[in-house]
Protein backbone atom coordinates (compact mmCIF):
# COMPACT_ATOMS: atom_id res chain seq x y z
CA UNK A 1 0.00 0.00 0.00
CA UNK A 2 1.38 3.59 -0.73
CA UNK A 3 1.54 6.19 1.84
CA UNK A 4 0.57 9.26 0.86
CA UNK A 5 2.22 12.77 2.97
CA UNK A 6 2.33 16.05 1.89
CA UNK A 7 4.33 19.47 2.64
CA UNK A 8 2.53 22.36 3.69
CA UNK A 9 2.85 25.38 6.03
CA UNK A 10 1.03 25.09 9.11
CA UNK A 11 -1.27 27.88 9.80
CA UNK A 12 -3.77 28.16 12.94
CA UNK A 13 -6.69 29.51 11.04
CA UNK A 14 -7.01 26.13 9.18
CA UNK A 15 -7.65 22.72 9.96
CA UNK A 16 -4.37 20.72 10.13
CA UNK A 17 -6.43 17.77 7.83
CA UNK A 18 -8.66 20.07 5.95
CA UNK A 19 -8.30 20.65 2.13
CA UNK A 20 -7.39 24.07 2.38
CA UNK A 21 -3.94 24.89 3.20
CA UNK A 22 -1.28 27.16 2.71
CA UNK A 23 0.60 27.97 -0.49
CA UNK A 24 4.42 26.32 0.33
CA UNK A 25 5.78 29.44 -1.17
CA UNK A 26 3.38 32.89 -0.68
CA UNK A 27 1.30 31.24 2.02
CA UNK A 28 -1.67 31.86 0.45
CA UNK A 29 -4.80 29.61 1.60
CA UNK A 30 -5.68 27.16 -1.39
CA UNK A 31 -6.62 23.76 -2.79
CA UNK A 32 -4.52 22.87 -5.31
CA UNK A 33 -1.73 19.57 -4.23
CA UNK A 34 1.26 18.90 -7.22
CA UNK A 35 2.96 15.39 -6.86
CA UNK A 36 6.39 16.08 -5.75
CA UNK A 37 8.32 12.87 -5.81
CA UNK A 38 7.80 9.20 -4.52
CA UNK A 39 10.30 7.33 -2.50
CA UNK A 40 10.10 4.14 -0.70
CA UNK A 41 6.49 3.43 -1.19
CA UNK A 42 5.33 6.92 -0.43
CA UNK A 43 3.86 9.72 -2.66
CA UNK A 44 4.90 12.88 -1.58
CA UNK A 45 3.12 16.13 -2.49
CA UNK A 46 2.94 19.65 -1.79
CA UNK A 47 0.06 22.54 -1.71
CA UNK A 48 0.83 25.72 -4.33
CA UNK A 49 -1.28 28.02 -5.30
CA UNK A 50 -2.30 28.85 -8.82
CA UNK A 51 -0.03 31.90 -8.89
CA UNK A 52 3.12 30.41 -7.82
CA UNK A 53 2.64 27.32 -10.08
CA UNK A 54 2.29 29.99 -12.94
CA UNK A 55 5.55 30.95 -11.65
CA UNK A 56 6.89 27.22 -12.54
CA UNK A 57 8.37 26.70 -9.44
CA UNK A 58 6.80 23.09 -8.84
CA UNK A 59 10.21 22.73 -11.58
CA UNK A 60 12.34 24.48 -10.06
CA UNK A 61 14.81 22.54 -8.27
CA UNK A 62 16.03 24.78 -5.67
CA UNK A 63 12.37 25.23 -4.41
CA UNK A 64 12.44 21.64 -4.38
CA UNK A 65 15.09 21.74 -1.83
CA UNK A 66 13.94 24.04 0.17
CA UNK A 67 10.42 22.47 0.43
CA UNK A 68 12.35 19.09 1.31
CA UNK A 69 14.87 20.47 3.61
CA UNK A 70 12.47 22.95 5.44
CA UNK A 71 9.14 21.78 5.84
CA UNK A 72 8.54 18.58 7.00
CA UNK A 73 5.78 16.43 5.17
CA UNK A 74 3.06 15.52 7.58
CA UNK A 75 0.69 12.45 7.14
CA UNK A 76 -3.03 12.70 6.59
CA UNK A 77 -5.37 9.88 7.43
Known amino acids: M ?3 KYYFLI ?3 LPK ?3 LQSCVNCYSITS ?3 FL ?3 DNIDYYFFMCHEC ?3 NLNNDFDFIN ?3 EEIQPLSIE
Open 2 to 4: IEE
Open 11 to 13: NKN
Open 17 to 19: KGW
Open 32 to 34: RVF
Open 37 to 39: KHA
Open 53 to 55: KRK
Open 66 to 68: YIQ
